[in-house]
Each structure stands twice: as C-alpha cells, then as structure tokens.
C-alpha cells in the first residue's frame, strides 16, 4: 500500500474566490479539480512542500499562509494524509504553470462533486466561512 504526505494550497483572494487547478486525464482522480499542492519529501516539512509545490504548479510564492485542516484519507490502494493550507498572501498571479487548467471560484460556488472525495470535508468548510 502506498502512503503519501500532501500539502495542499486553498488559494484565496480578497475577493473570496478560490484558485484550483484540473488533475491530469492519466493521474489518480483523473479530471477532478483540486487544491494545488502535492507530495510532501524527504526531509521537507508541509509549509516547504507547499511553497515548492505552489511554486511549481501556479508561479507563485506563498508568503502567507496558515494550516486549515489536515485529513487522512483511505484509498483501496493508498493511504494519503493531506495538510491544507488557507493561502491568502502571494507574489505573482497564480495559472496552470505545468499545462493544467485553472480557474477561480467563488467560495461558497465549490462543489464537493467535482474534487476527489477527500476534499469534502475542506469544501463543507469552506462554505461555512
């Protein structure tokens, strides 16, 4: 069974929209959107991850930040620990940097049935805030 560590980054403007990104059509919850981030590793912590990982999948540099919620999630062939991050002070303007769409929602607009059932939790939330 695979284990993976995940930062993930809840890209939120002033205006209270949320920046996601589409997974690929050949990656695990294939076309699902999703907070961008990814895998925590060695040696690195969740805030390191989620800089790098933000860095590489939409061009920005966090600068602000705070943990929001970490879950962990059973798969049939993985288990997988997300730490979400509420990301609301960045340099640049965030975009799919690696060919992926993005797009920005407004808050209470997400859709739990467009991510991967992990995310559910984080988006009922959300929508609370």
Do not use: C
């Not at 509420?86 to 467009?114: H, S, T």
């Amino acid at each position: 069974m695979k284990i993976r560590q995940i930062a993930a980054g809840i890209i939120r403007n002033s205006q209270g929209e949320i920046f996601i990104t589409q997974r690929p059509a050949d990656a695990h919850m294939a076309n699902k959107w999703e907070f961008p981030g990814g895998k925590i590793e060695a040696g690195e912590s969740p805030e390191q991850a989620l800089v790098r990982e933000l860095g590489e999948e939409t061009g920005i540099q966090a600068t602000g930040y705070q943990l929001f919620e970490t879950i962990e999630h059973q798969f049939p062939d993985r288990h997988i620990t997300l730490w979400f991050y509420l990301v609301e002070q960045w340099e640049g303007e965030p975009w799919g940097k690696e060919g992926q769409p993005g797009r920005w929602v407004k808050q209470n607009e997400l859709l739990a049935d467009e991510f991967p059932p992990a995310n559910g939790l984080i988006i009922q939330k959300l929508a609370q805030n």
